[in-house]
């Protein structure tokens, strides 16, 4: 279970969000072409670690939460509204 | 004349008014009746709202006042609640109120209303709820929106007893009384309306 920090109710647990997808992917222009909406549509990188995504908070304040979680760990590194832009963590090397 | 009933979510349970004598560890009441108002602000308008309404825009901080109490829903969102003027008169009076700073939606007839208090009250609560129900963290004017046994609420702490009030959807009262009467029953729990 995954305790998701809503920018703003606080921390909620996940049954009150819907996972929706990459945050990363953005809409192509009217005009481009069929192979840049094919690509937005169904295309994604499926990272193993860290990865920026969108979690509605549908059973709170309706509002949609950026997240950055490790896919693999299920790790929340940090959270903000749509229009923050959250860095992943630094790589650590390993000893 | 046409003489109507009014009809409200649960008023087909036949409940009546409690005693308030009752031993039961749980007791629910119906609050039929309650005017409801959703009240949303133009784009940078949400503190002249709240100023208007001389409400609380912090999320979680309920404001209750003679005439009115509001929730906040999410930024420049409450609903509002009031005893009297679910004929609309309640959402005309806010319109005035808030003027050209937002808008208001009628809900009256759109939400059911059922206060829980009692001695057990935080042991049923805690079946479903996910949310730190702990006087240390939701005092009373507490107030959130989250989910219980899959329905929104919207749950206000009314007193330290503690009593909470929690808002359904209409459609998902029945659902929702259903859930909750269930949960109460190991406890003893009497059912009555406002
Ligand atoms: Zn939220």
Redesign the interface.
């Known amino acids: 279970m995954h305790r998701i920090d809503c920018p703003?109710?606080?921390v909620?647990?996940e049954?009150?969000f819907q996972y929706q997808g990459d945050a990363t992917v953005s809409r192509p222009k009217f005009k481009a072409s069929e192979e840049a909406f094919f690509r937005y549509a169904y295309v994604r990188e499926n990272p193993r670690g860290w990865h920026t995504e969108w979690w509605h908070h549908v059973?709170?304040?309706?509002?949609w939460v950026k997240v950055v979680r490790n896919t693999l760990t299920h790790e929340i590194h940090v959270t903000g509204t749509p229009a923050d832009k959250l860095a992943h963590p630094r790589k650590v090397k390993s000893p | 004349m046409a003489e109507f009933n009014i009809v409200t979510p649960l008023s087909h349970l036949g409940l009546v008014a409690g005693k308030g004598t009752s031993s039961a560890g749980v007791l629910l009441a119906d609050r039929p009746g309650l005017a409801i108002a959703q009240v949303f602000a133009k784009k940078g308008k949400t503190a002249a709202v709240a100023k208007k309404l001389g409400i609380s825009a912090e999320?979680?901080v309920a404001t209750s006042h003679e005439n009115y109490t509001a929730l906040p829903?999410?930024?420049g969102q409450w609903m509002l609640f009031a005893t009297t003027g679910a004929d609309g008169s309640f959402q005309r009076l806010l319109e005035k109120q808030i003027g050209k700073n937002g808008y208001v939606s009628e809900q009256s007839h759109s939400r059911a209303a059922i206060r829980i208090s009692g001695a057990k009250v935080l042991d049923v609560l805690s079946k479903e709820c996910?949310?730190d129900l702990h006087s240390s963290v939701a005092d009373v004017g507490f107030c959130?929106?989250?989910?219980m046994s899959g329905v929104?609420v919207l749950m206000h702490k009314i007193d330290d007893s503690p009593t909470f009030d929690l808002v359904v959807f209409a459609g998902f009262a029945d659902s929702f009384w259903h859930w909750i009467t269930q949960a109460s029953a190991e406890y003893g729990v009497e059912l009555s309306r406002d």
């Open positions: 703003w109710c606080g909620r647990d049954s009150e059973g709170g304040c309706r509002q | 999320p979680c829903l999410s930024p996910r949310l959130a929106q989250t989910t929104g």
